[in-house]
């Protein structure tokens, strides 16, 4: 498993020629270069780095028995070590670590559908967390390591989009003693994330309006997920983005939000194109990292410094890093319209009438 500077993007080598290996990004941050870290013929997915920066936990069918399983390699690359043994035919995936950097925090399908289990790093038996009814998702922690959210069906397991938001301690639920739900929404939430304070939980959910339902435009099987945030007790969804970019509706997925709390990562599907994207917290403001298109699930590292993600090839996914981050955000922001002189809007019809 080797380490390729350009792999499947070769008109990026005479800009990193011009800037002495470094790649530029569209967000202005000269400083930063794009590695691939882990690339064959088998799927390498949900990168995950260590508090230390260490190890990159991610998910593999390298096995070739139908299943996936949990792998750790060292992030300067390397053999990778299989952590989980989980069943033939059944899917493990989303590592993501314990702030100690001691275990691992995983989903599986054994027991027939999803739950949250944690390993220790040296591998052994996996212990589950989740025990309701229902199928249990991602697992993340708080950074002082006390609650672990995740996303769940078990208020209306029967519905396609009946997930939202959970949060329970650290040693996992019991019967009596089950997580908290933190969000309300028909919306679908998924795949939380902590602010460093624990103050905070970003995730994306769908737009949902019961007034629009019965129209295609409305239902929530045509309406595209977007970044929201909600109190990590409980309490009012601020939904963070919205809009159009050149007219095109975008959706969003996979948010990360930076250790330094600064910046959330997230996945953005723009058209037939998915890339990285970066939002200030501060500002509101989003931009891409990532410009090549099939660049997915992105995850920080401890020190804020860089980004892994996952870039798709067909039906295949290999790891990548976007090192030495200087992130700056644009002067405005795409998804936000323009505004004229007097402070209003400017509308598409009146610019074409100018036009004329």
């Given at each position: 498993m080797?380490?390729?500077?350009?792999?499947?993007h070769?008109?990026?080598i005479?800009?990193?020629?011009?800037?002495g290996f470094?790649?530029?990004s569209?967000?202005?941050?000269?400083?930063?270069?794009?590695?691939?870290v882990a690339?064959?013929?088998?799927?390498?997915?949900?990168?995950?780095?260590?508090?230390?920066?260490?190890?990159?936990?991610?998910?593999s069918?390298?096995?070739g028995h139908?299943?996936?399983?949990i792998?750790?390699?060292?992030?300067?690359?390397g053999?990778p070590?299989?952590?989980?043994?989980?069943?033939?035919?059944v899917?493990?995936?989303?590592?993501?670590?314990?702030?100690?950097?001691?275990?691992?925090?995983?989903?599986?399908?054994r027991?027939?559908r999803?739950n949250v289990?944690?390993?220790?790093l040296?591998?052994g038996?996996?212990?589950?967390?989740?025990?309701?009814?229902?199928?249990?998702?991602f697992g993340?922690y708080?950074?002082?390591?006390?609650?672990?959210a995740?996303?769940?069906?078990?208020?209306?397991?029967?519905?396609?989009y009946?997930f939202?938001?959970?949060?329970?301690?650290?040693?996992?639920?019991?019967?009596?003693?089950?997580?908290?739900?933190?969000?309300?929404?028909?919306?679908?939430?998924g795949?939380?994330?902590?602010s460093?304070?624990?103050?905070?939980?970003?995730?994306?959910?769908k737009?949902?309006?019961?007034?629009?339902?019965?129209?295609?435009?409305?239902?929530?099987?045509?309406?595209k997920y977007?970044?929201?945030k909600?109190?990590?007790?409980?309490?009012?969804?601020?939904?963070?983005?919205?809009?159009?970019i050149?007219?095109?509706?975008?959706?969003?997925?996979?948010?990360?939000?930076?250790?330094?709390?600064?910046?959330?990562?997230?996945?953005?599907?723009?058209?037939?194109k998915r890339?990285?994207w970066?939002m200030?917290?501060?500002?509101?403001?989003?931009?891409p990292?990532t410009?090549?298109?099939?660049?997915?699930?992105?995850?920080?590292?401890?020190?804020?410094?860089?980004?892994?993600?996952s870039?798709?090839?067909?039906k295949n996914?290999?790891?990548?890093?976007a090192n030495?981050?200087?992130?700056?955000?644009?002067?405005?922001?795409?998804?936000?319209?323009?505004?004229?002189?007097?402070?209003?809007?400017?509308?598409?019809s009146?610019?074409?009438?100018t036009?004329?």
């Amino acid at each position: 498993m080797g380490m390729r500077l350009f792999g499947e993007h070769p008109w990026l080598i005479p800009a990193a020629i011009f800037l002495g290996f470094g790649v530029l990004s569209s967000s202005d941050a000269a400083a930063t270069t794009f590695k691939e870290v882990a690339a064959d013929t088998s799927r390498e997915t949900d990168p995950a780095p260590s508090p230390d920066g260490k190890w990159i936990a991610f998910t593999s069918d390298r096995g070739g028995h139908g299943s996936s399983q949990i792998y750790i390699m060292p992030a300067e690359g390397g053999e990778p070590r299989q952590l989980t043994d989980e069943p033939d035919s059944v899917r493990a995936g989303t590592p993501s670590w314990a702030p100690d950097g001691k275990s691992i925090l995983f989903v599986s399908t054994r027991g027939k559908r999803y739950n949250v289990y944690s390993i220790p790093l040296e591998g052994g038996e996996a212990k589950q967390l989740t025990h309701a009814p229902g199928s249990h998702r991602f697992g993340t922690y708080s950074a002082d390591g006390k609650r672990i959210a995740f996303y769940s069906n078990r208020v209306r397991p029967g519905e396609l989009y009946g997930f939202n938001i959970f949060v329970m301690g650290a040693e996992g639920e019991t019967e009596d003693d089950l997580a908290q739900q933190v969000t309300d929404s028909k919306g679908s939430p998924g795949h939380p994330t902590w602010s460093p304070d624990g103050t905070w939980i970003a995730f994306v959910a769908k737009e949902y309006d019961s007034t629009r339902q019965q129209t295609m435009e409305g239902n929530i099987l045509f309406t595209k997920y977007q970044l929201y945030k909600v109190p990590s007790r409980g309490g009012k969804e601020i939904r963070l983005t919205k809009g159009l970019i050149n007219g095109q509706p975008f959706e969003d997925t996979w948010p990360s939000w930076s250790p330094d709390g600064k910046w959330i990562a997230f996945g953005r599907q723009l058209g037939p194109k998915r890339d990285v994207w970066i939002m200030e917290v501060s500002s509101g403001k989003t931009f891409p990292l990532t410009t090549t298109g099939n660049c997915i699930k992105p995850t920080w590292a401890w020190d804020s410094k860089s980004i892994y993600y996952s870039l798709v090839n067909e039906k295949n996914e290999d790891i990548w890093v976007a090192n030495d981050l200087t992130l700056k955000p644009p002067a405005t922001d795409p998804t936000r319209p323009r505004r004229s002189r007097a402070g209003s809007p400017v509308r598409k019809s009146a610019a074409r009438r100018t036009q004329r």
